[in-house]
């Protein structure tokens, strides 16, 4: 069983570019969550996808945007990078009947200079 | 509002047991998670707790008391590969999936010393 896997694993970009982050759930799970992990903190929940549809949405401003695919993949958009999104990027993915358990990929570690 | 708290940081002794608190406020409680997360690594589930009690998993244990918004992490026979963060989250149910959003703490990092 293939678990999370998250792409790229380090980043650096400038304020103001344009950031993807991509992420393949785990077999069998519909359901992908993304979460922003600033250093020393816990993670921060940004959106999650439910059959291709977001379906919820943190205090994360409109420039963080996402998609999900028919196979269940995902992707993190952040346009008009700013210095404080430097962060790590968790994508979380659980199966539909679950006690609600987040299977975590490695994470994205996304620094903006 | 919605709100966790939970220690920064705890020392323990290699073989000792440790308790590590964490209170919630919270709407629309669903249930209440604890994650191990190693320096650099993803967080990685450690229990799972829905209504009042303790719940047991070989070294480890959760409590919960939802009256309270209380619930504590017991680790016990400390090990040095322990020392790592320990991340107290709450599921707050929302949308047509059942999954819902975790809130969590911002972690306590627990360092195990020989």
């Known amino acids: 069983e293939t678990g999370v896997t998250q792409s790229p694993t380090h980043l650096i970009k400038t304020r103001g570019q344009q950031v993807t982050l991509r992420c393949s759930s785990q077999?069998?799970?519909?359901?992908v969550s993304w979460y922003q992990q600033a250093l020393g903190q816990g993670p921060q929940f940004i959106f999650q996808?439910?059959?291709?549809?977001?379906?919820g949405r943190g205090n994360f401003p409109p420039r963080f945007s996402g998609l999900q695919f028919p196979n269940y993949s995902s992707e993190l958009n952040v346009n008009a990078l700013e210095l404080d999104d430097s962060a790590l990027y968790l994508c979380?993915?659980?199966?539909?009947?679950?006690?609600?358990?987040?299977?975590f990929g490695e994470g994205s570690r996304l620094t903006v200079l | 509002g919605q709100n966790i708290d939970q220690p920064t940081e705890m020392t323990a002794t290699e073989g000792a047991i440790v308790q590590i608190n964490c209170t919630y406020q919270t709407s629309g409680f669903n249930g209440l998670f604890w994650y191990q997360q190693h320096a650099g690594e993803a967080p990685t589930f450690l229990s799972y707790?829905?209504?009042?009690g303790l719940e047991e998993k070989g070294r480890f244990s959760s409590f919960l008391s939802r009256s309270k918004g209380y619930s504590y992490l017991l680790l016990k026979e400390l090990q040095m590969k322990d020392s790592a963060s320990y991340l107290c989250?709450?599921?707050?149910?929302?949308?047509?999936?059942?999954?819902?959003?975790?809130?969590f703490g911002q972690g306590t990092t627990l360092q195990v010393k020989p």
């Open positions: 996808y439910y059959r291709e549809e977001e379906n």
């Open positions: 077999s069998g799970h519909n359901t």
């Open positions: 989250a709450v599921r707050s149910f929302h949308g047509s999936s059942n999954t819902g959003k975790l809130i």
């Open positions: 979380a993915s659980s199966p539909e009947r679950s006690t609600g358990e987040l299977f």
């Open positions: 707790n829905v209504l009042d």
